[in-house]
């Protein structure tokens, strides 16, 4: 992939497992090769499974698609007086 993910970019992910359809969420953890989602918005016949994984899943890097990144973390300039 040639975005680098980082923690609060909203994406995509697709259907796996019990999902039966795609979902979309913010990035709360980024490992190796797979992130961490909180699932944010899902098909209303997911939502059974999307409790049971408590929000939350884990999918491969190649299988999720950037919706929006996060901003850029603001710097505060030191004041020493």
Known sequence: MAVELKIGDYVQGKKFASLE???SGEIEKVYENSVLILIKEFD???????N???HRAVVRKADIKMIKAAPAPVEVPDSEA
């Open 21 to 23: 359809h795609d979902f």
């Open 44 to 50: 209303k016949s997911d939502a059974p499974i999307v």
């Open 52 to 54: 049971e994984y408590n």
